[in-house]
């Protein structure tokens, strides 16, 4: 080990820059956030910093460098484009035992600067000591996008009960398993929710009532297919589970990104068959949370879009359970993206209709006059099976027999086909289509030779071709 991580205590400390460029002026940011006093020496100093120092948030303390610089100060930082000067506040800062850093000159360091990951009190600082400092870059992104923003908060709220938990909890193994409870259950996610009061409620409540702990139903969409469409709230929700149950339609790769040891149940359920059914599933998550676990119904694309998230929800609500939703990329908006097919476009379309093709017997039939209506964008979910009525309905309403249409099957995945033809065609794409699929419908279908991005197989190309010629 090169360098000894150190967090260094600089609030009211003085602290030399030398130079007064756009280099030092990011280090100085560095500096005033961590409350340094901050003395700059430069012939002239950038905008940003001239600025500060008329609001006398530093002090512009001389033009030339001198030795006697450093006697008062607690560490040193040199950033000029001028090596030898660089070189001469080195050899001086050493001499008076005194911290430098040189900056983009590691040899001539004994501090340098980490990648800094800010969720204050909470900091992460990751280095490679000066020798890749663009990997250590890559790697602060990898850590900000798993920690979530409001997680400084969340310490302070819990430094602010450290003295409380010590008086109930008297053995430090106590106040542990306390503290993990917290931080991976329902305190932690009313936090990431913004709810603070009730976050504080459930903190006092375990406390007085350690058994009564109570899970929660965290709803999740999981997005089309690609792991990279989840969001960032859904990665960070996943990585506290308990419990996952997921869907069929929820990809290898997003499950990938569930915490290790969590407990994963498929409950998903595929065109003509239940693998568990609907009132199972949320006689399932009741169960879970009432034991005070932490539990992630993981749906593929968004839960509220024809993903019976609402159903779940309205079964936890009638049991007193908690729960949250974290929404994701519904299939109609990624799928239709990967394939280069803008749901809208003004040349087009000015409207999109979100329809689905398996619906409940006794609901109402839809109202084709109203989905035959031309320049509209119709995106279709499980309509395969229904390809054909669905084509035979919007032609007798009116709807175009050439109007352009895409099968797009297993979209935003590396597998991803999408296949083009017309509407009178629809039945014959949909049956070659492998699952899932979505129907999309309309003018803008036109745009997909232009505008496609992804990486497709070669079989759907191939067998748009020998549709449109049998045609």
């Known amino acids: 080990m090169d360098y000894l991580p150190l967090f260094a205590a600089l609030k009211n400390r003085p602290v030399l820059v030398v130079g007064g460029g756009e280099v030092a002026a990011r280090k100085i940011a560095l500096l005033t956030r961590a409350g340094a006093q901050v003395r700059v020496v430069a012939r002239a100093l950038h905008p940003e910093l001239a600025a500060l120092a008329e609001a006398k948030a530093i002090d512009w303390f001389a033009q030339a460098f001198d030795e006697a610089q450093l006697d008062t100060v607690f560490l040193v930082i040199a950033a000029t484009n001028d090596s030898e000067l660089n070189r001469r506040v080195f050899d001086a800062a050493n001499a008076r035992q005194r911290l430098v850093n040189v900056v983009d000159d590691q040899p001539l360091c004994s501090f340098i600067f980490p990648s800094i990951v800010d969720r204050s009190p909470l900091v992460v600082a990751i280095s490679s000591g000066g020798n890749a400092p663009v990997l250590a870059r890559l790697l602060r992104e990898k850590i900000e996008a798993l920690l979530p923003a409001n997680l400084g908060r969340m310490a302070e709220v819990a430094g602010s009960w450290r003295e409380k938990i010590k008086a109930r909890l008297t053995t430090t193994d106590a106040r542990r398993r306390f503290w993990e409870g917290a931080f991976r259950g329902r305190f932690a996610s009313q936090m990431a929710a913004g709810n603070e009061q009730a976050a504080q409620e459930t903190l006092a409540q375990t406390l007085a009532e350690p058994e009564s702990?109570?899970?929660?139903?965290?709803?999740?969409?999981?997005?089309?297919?690609?792991?990279?469409?989840?969001?960032?709230?859904?990665?960070?929700?996943?990585?506290?589970?308990?419990?996952?149950?997921?869907?069929?339609?929820?990809?290898?790769?997003?499950?990938?990104?569930?915490?290790?040891?969590?407990?994963?149940?498929?409950?998903?359920?595929?065109?003509?068959?239940?693998?568990?059914?609907?009132?199972?599933?949320?006689?399932?998550?009741?169960?879970?949370?009432?034991?005070?676990?932490?539990?992630?119904?993981?749906?593929?694309?968004?839960?509220?879009?024809?993903?019976?998230?609402?159903?779940?929800?309205?079964?936890?609500?009638?049991?007193?359970?908690?729960?949250?939703?974290?929404?994701?990329?519904?299939?109609?908006?990624?799928?239709?993206?990967?394939?280069?097919?803008?749901?809208?476009?003004?040349?087009?379309?000015?409207?999109?209709?979100?329809?689905?093709?398996?619906?409940?017997?006794?609901?109402?039939?839809?109202?084709?006059?109203?989905?035959?209506?031309?320049?509209?964008?119709?995106?279709?979910?499980?309509?395969?099976?229904?390809?054909?009525?669905?084509?035979?309905?919007?032609?007798?309403?009116?709807?175009?027999?050439?109007?352009?249409?895409?099968?797009?099957?297993?979209?935003?995945?590396?597998?991803?086909?999408?296949?083009?033809?017309?509407?009178?065609?629809?039945d014959a794409l949909a049956k070659q289509a492998p699952m899932p699929a979505l129907l999309v419908i309309g003018e803008v279908v036109t745009l997909h030779p232009q505008l496609a991005w992804y990486q497709q197989s070669n079989p759907a190309e191939e067998f748009r071709s020998s549709v449109v010629n049998l045609a």
Request: charged fraction near 20%; proline fraction near 4%.
């Open 213 to 426: 702990e109570q899970g929660e139903i965290i709803l999740v969409g999981a997005g089309p297919g690609d792991a990279g469409l989840l969001t960032l709230r859904g990665l960070q929700v996943m990585q506290q589970a308990d419990v996952v149950l997921y869907d069929h339609l929820v990809s290898d790769g997003v499950l990938d990104l569930v915490r290790r040891d969590a407990e994963r149940i498929c409950v998903g359920k595929r065109a003509g068959s239940h693998a568990v059914a609907q009132h199972e599933t949320n006689q399932m998550l009741i169960d879970f949370a009432r034991e005070g676990k932490t539990v992630v119904r993981l749906k593929g694309g968004d839960p509220f879009i024809f993903g019976r998230g609402g159903e779940e929800l309205q079964a936890a609500k009638a049991a007193g359970v908690p729960f949250q939703v974290v929404p994701g990329v519904t299939a109609a908006s990624g799928a239709t993206a990967y394939a280069g097919i803008p749901l809208t476009h003004r040349d087009y379309a000015q409207s999109a209709v979100f329809v689905t093709g398996h619906y409940k017997p006794d609901s109402a039939p839809f109202d084709w006059a109203l989905l035959a209506k031309s320049r509209q964008t119709l995106a279709i979910y499980m309509g395969t099976m229904k390809a054909a009525e669905i084509s035979e309905q919007l032609i007798q309403h009116g709807r175009d027999a050439d109007t352009p249409v895409a099968v797009i099957s297993r979209g935003t995945r590396e597998d991803q086909q999408v296949f083009t033809g017309t509407l009178q065609q629809l």
